[in-house]
Each structure stands twice: as structure tokens, then as C-alpha cells.
């Protein structure tokens, strides 16, 4: 009997330890973009491209170019006001939060110069 008991409880351990990745890990595909980590880039915005909605902006740090989509759900701000993808303009200073995804990357938040944020008088 005590036998039975200590096999079902291996048992039953052993298929917690098989199932628990598949359980912790669930809604975390490249389709879940709401629970992606967003990711930080500063620079000037050298294009955009209005049709697809995006804008081409040359990071500050490595001045590599990264082309990144706008959609209904990304923030623009410009000194805490809320802004609109046609108030963006070739040569603005930006601060992005984006996240990668299959389609590419998306921005959640853009702050048109950044440098003038909180200076209001």
C-alpha cells in the first residue's frame, strides 16, 4: 500500500514538472504583443511614411535607423499635451517605447522632444 502511494505521488510530480512550462509560459507567444517588454530609443525622426504609418528614426546611440510603426493604441505627446501622428515632423528629436513583435516594431509611447518636457513656464 505504501508502495502505491509513494508511485502516485512520483507520479504526479513528474507530470507537474511536464506540464508547469507549458502552463507558466502561456499567452507569452510572439502573437501576445500586449505582454511584450518595450524597449527605449532616442532620436531624430528622418522619414516618415504617412500610408504605412511609420517613421524612420536614426537612433542617438548607435545611428542605426529603425522603422517603427504607429498604430490607434500608441501615446504621442509633445511637453504633456496629447498629440497626433500628422504633428510629427521630419528632424524632431524623439523618445520612443516600442515593442518587437512579428510585424515589426510598434511603438506604445513617443514624446516629441523630450528635452523641453517639464520646462513649461
Not at 29 to 42: Q, R, T, V, Y
Not at 52 to 62: A, H, K, L, T
Amino acid at each position: 500500500m505504501q508502495r502505491k502511494i509513494i508511485a502516485m505521488i512520483a507520479f504526479v510530480i513528474s507530470v507537474s514538472f511536464m506540464i508547469l512550462p507549458y502552463i507558466a509560459f502561456a499567452g507569452c507567444g510572439s502573437d501576445s504583443k500586449d505582454l511584450a517588454i518595450p524597449k527605449k530609443l532616442m532620436g531624430v525622426i528622418k522619414t516618415i511614411d504617412e500610408k504605412n504609418n511609420s517613421i524612420n528614426v536614426r537612433s542617438d546611440v548607435s545611428y542605426d535607423p529603425f522603422i517603427i510603426k504607429i498604430d490607434e493604441k500608441t501615446i504621442i505627446k509633445k511637453d504633456s499635451e496629447n498629440k497626433t501622428f500628422k504633428d510629427i515632423k521630419v528632424g524632431d528629436r524623439v523618445r520612443i517605447r516600442y515593442i518587437e513583435t512579428e510585424n515589426g516594431l510598434i511603438a506604445k509611447t513617443i514624446v516629441l522632444n523630450p528635452e523641453t518636457e517639464g520646462n513649461k513656464k
